[in-house]
């Protein structure tokens, strides 16, 4: 079979960024087809169509809209533009050069849930893409595809972007909405959840949805529940964007079905291990999912079907499908040192085991990397770690955990070589 | 004054949100913009224009990493260095930089053309290394690549100081490609 590019459809249309060109194609036509039907059925729909949340999650994405009250007057569709996963960078691809089907996606969910406003929230650093995108928002509005009497159905709902400044937190959904509202990144306390009253943005009942959620939505309109589900596996319908970076030929953003192998995705798609060299680990997640350990390029682990339930199979996450990966040159104390540096500059310091564990396990690290790890050193990161989760407000003390369990279990080996001083001491670069 | 000079933006920015409190954020980088880097003038501004107290909008500005509270240089060169980008010799790239340069990290050129810090995942780890200049990508690096390309800033700064001489006097005109 042909790829099937639902996300990146400039692969298959040259110039789809560029509002006539989409409309050519199709463009708005799955707005306008919902604009028809019940604000319920739409909801129906895309529950029924089984799509999964894909900023990591992976939460039914048509049960999240059906949690929002009816009954409120003001709610909101905010989509989350602040990829900042350690190796994620598919949403920015898709703003990029497909913005007008991510502008769809956002309205027909505005329409969903009856949303009197959407707010695009991308990270600080997409400085540029955020000014392309407000162009193509005026270039729709001016279409009467956004704002006022939306494709002349007496509906009105304004897109608007706001842009981060540089922190990590804001993916997490109640930090990028104390973000938004013009306060700190900090993570709220739940309840009430952001669907509820009093929890959502200005308190009002919201919805926030990845970049790439929303960028499927048009797709599953035009052509239905039961063509959505017939792509992927049965409990991951659809295709994903896996991001693949790290020691490959050919990194890059790959627009597979769900389910497809891990094989596939590194040796057929990203061209194999660089250099000739053996897989050692990938990191199907970001920073923030456990490391898988193989064998060599022939490890039947690779077979793996990439879905968010195969994954948890053999002990790891989909999430994001950031997919980093490392060759057996590398020293996974160096990647367990180098996620930890990240994962402490990022804590925003609002709940106590995040913002101390991950400075205690940094300086330990430290110490470790610098050859002056004891044995009780590693058992101490581990204990730290441990005691990080299921404690904090949001994930971000979750995952901050997860490189250093991960590393110890699946790698004591190279831990021993840094004990041992068969690793030489290296100062890991980062903050 | 911010108000006056930047009267029409920041009209639309507060039409966006619901609460004046909302447009701190991106009134943060017009007072970054304006004045090189976010110092106390802007953050008096800010406040006044948002009703909020300058200790709120300092706190914002020290929380987001993209508020500078120190004048840079011209250019702001930030690579990252994290992991994905490490992987494909971003430390390396990083430390041959800041050597070429000579300067340590987070510092400034004596010319005061280039200012080069790392930074964490910028979403581009598949043509890493990589950098941001003033917010701009700039990918799939290497030093051969990259002296080319600071000879060339160089000269452009050097420019723009020749422009800036005879016409200082009247520095009110909005600048259209520096950061925001």
Request: net charge negative.
């Amino acid at each position: 079979m042909a790829n099937l590019n639902i996300i990146y459809r400039e692969k298959d249309v040259p110039n789809i960024h560029e509002l006539p060109v989409y409309l050519k194609h199709g463009g708005y036509d799955a707005l306008k087809k919902a604009l028809k039907m019940k604000p319920a059925e739409v909801i129906d729909l895309v529950k029924a169509s089984n799509l999964r949340g894909r900023g990591g999650a992976g939460f039914p994405t048509g049960v999240k809209w059906s949690f929002i009250p009816q009954s409120e007057p003001v709610k909101y569709v905010v989509v989350n533009a602040d990829e900042s996963e350690t190796g994620t960078f598919k949403d920015r691809q898709i703003i990029e050069n497909n913005p007008h089907q991510l502008i769809e996606g956002s309205l027909i969910a505005a329409w969903a849930i009856q949303a009197t406003a959407v707010y695009i929230y991308l990270r600080g650093e997409f400085w540029d893409l955020a000014q392309s995108l407000d162009q193509h928002i005026e270039d729709a509005r001016k279409k009467g595809l956004v704002g006022d009497n939306i494709a002349g159905s007496g509906w009105n709902c304004m897109v608007y972007t706001h842009l981060g400044a540089g922190a990590y937190i804001c993916g997490e959904e109640s930090a990028l909405l104390e973000s938004l509202e013009g306060k700190l990144g900090m993570p709220r306390v739940r309840p009430p959840f952001p669907a509820n009253k009093g929890g959502g943005l200005y308190g009002e009942p919201s919805v926030i949805n990845n970049v790439e959620t929303l960028t499927n939505v048009p797709w599953i309109i035009n052509n239905g529940a039961d063509e959505y589900k017939k792509i992927g596996t049965e409990q991951s319908p659809g295709t994903k964007v896996f991001c693949v970076s790290g020691h490959v030929e050919k990194p890059g953003n790959y627009e597979l079905p769900l389910g497809t192998t891990l094989r596939e995705l590194l040796f057929t798609h990203a061209g194999g291990i660089a250099n000739g060299k053996q897989l050692k680990g990938v990191l199907p997640s970001g920073g923030s999912g456990p490391v898988i350990r193989f064998a060599g390029n022939d490890d039947p682990l690779l077979d793996t079907p990439m879905t968010y339930e195969d994954f948890a199979k053999i002990g790891s996450i989909l999430g994001s499908a950031s997919i980093i990966v490392m060759d057996e040159d590398t020293d996974m104390t160096w990647v367990a040192a180098k996620i930890t540096k990240f994962f402490k500059h990022e804590s925003c310091g609002k709940c106590t085991p995040c913002r101390e564990g991950t400075y205690w396990l940094d300086k330990t690290l430290d110490r470790i990397m610098s050859g002056q790890g004891q044995e009780k050193d590693v058992d101490l990161i581990a204990s730290v770690a441990r005691n990080m989760q299921g404690v904090t407000l949001c994930a971000l003390g979750e995952f901050a955990a997860n490189p250093i369990i991960y590393t110890i279990k699946n790698f004591p080996e190279d831990f021993k070589a840094r004990l041992d001083g068969t690793a030489a001491p290296v100062v890991v670069a980062g903050h | 004054m911010l108000a006056e000079k930047y009267a029409s933006k920041i009209e639309y920015i507060f039409s966006k949100y619901p609460t004046k409190r909302s447009a701190v954020m991106p009134l943060l980088y017009i007072a970054q913009e304006e004045y090189g880097y976010v110092n106390d003038e802007g953050v008096a501004e800010v406040a006044a224009l948002c009703d909020m107290d300058p200790t709120q909008v300092r706190s914002i500005a020290g929380f987001y990493t993209m508020y500078s509270e120190n004048p840079k240089g011209k250019y702001w060169l930030q690579v990252c260095t994290d992991l994905a980008c490490a992987l494909r010799g971003a430390d390396k790239f990083y430390a041959d930089l800041k050597e070429y340069l000579g300067v340590d990290d987070g510092g400034t050129t004596e010319d005061g053309v280039f200012t080069v810090e790392h930074v964490m995942c910028l979403a581009a780890c598949d043509k890493a290394p990589m950098m941001q200049c003033n917010f701009h990508f700039v990918e799939n690096l290497d030093m051969e690549k990259m002296v080319p390309l600071l000879d060339h800033w160089r000269e452009e700064a050097a420019q723009a100081n020749e422009a800036a001489k005879p016409a200082k006097a009247k520095k009110t005109k909005e600048k259209s490609d520096s950061k925001p």
